[in-house]
């Protein structure tokens, strides 16, 4: 069936280190979608891609979908506590209306 | 702005009950979704309900049964609790759909269960 992978499951940084997460789909993908969720709290919407190759910036996070529509990054420069969490990609569905969920990367700031 | 609504935030059930969860999505989107989240794990889409009738169903228990009100607003009937149903349950929805392109869903804060 159609999947969604994410890579890796956790990425552990120094505070001021980069993290890139890599989301890979069994299909072409019409869109995808990245959301993060802070630990105890629920997924929030961060963006959505739907261009070929399209790239798009949020602040010291960038976001890109590439040129087959079948895979994904979210890439965050000089990572801030605040940006822990685990950062989920979601693609729709071939033949329906769910999303379908990457396992998610989980951003852990070293002490 | 208005954000989905979840009831309650808490519940606390012993085996072979049932429990009833609410959910309220954000006025005028016309899509909700149930999802269950385990310890470390990605949502699992449950059901979704679209102007009031289902119409999607993922891997939802057959002892689970949901639905939507002429208000909008969606409940799960879960019965015959297990140990293994406890998790957070999420409701989500989205604004309408156009052709071609998803809408990303709003979540709600999610209710704690805990079966004991």
């Known amino acids: 069936g159609q999947q969604v992978m994410q890579i890796p499951q956790y990425q552990h940084v120094q505070e001021g280190e980069d993290f890139t997460t890599y989301c890979n789909s069994s299909t072409t993908l019409s869109n995808i979608q990245w959301y993060k969720q802070r630990p105890g709290g629920h997924p929030v919407f961060l963006i959505q891609?739907?261009?070929s190759g399209e790239v798009k910036k949020q602040k010291r996070l960038t976001f890109q979908f590439g040129e087959a529509k079948k895979n994904s990054s979210l890439h965050i420069t000089a990572t801030q506590t605040t940006d822990v969490g685990t950062y989920f990609c979601a693609g729709p569905s071939e033949s329906n209306y769910q999303l379908i969920w990457g396992a998610g990367t989980k951003l852990i700031i070293k002490p | 702005a208005a954000g989905v609504i979840q009831s309650p935030r808490h519940l606390i059930k012993e085996k072979r009950e049932t429990a009833t969860l609410k959910c309220y999505p954000i006025p005028r989107h016309d899509t909700v979704y149930w999802y269950q989240q385990g310890p470390g794990q990605d949502p699992q889409f449950l059901i979704s309900?679209?102007?009031?009738?289902?119409?999607d169903k993922g891997s939802i228990p057959d002892r689970f049964s949901a639905q939507q009100f002429s208000d909008y607003h969606s409940e799960l009937n879960m019965s015959s609790l297990e140990l293994g149903d406890s998790a957070l349950y999420f409701c989500a929805s989205s604004p309408p759909w156009l052709a071609g392109v998803s809408y990303e869903q709003y979540f709600g804060p999610g209710t704690r269960l805990t079966v004991t």
């Open positions: 891609l739907v261009k």
């Open positions: 309900f679209y102007e009031k009738m289902q119409s």
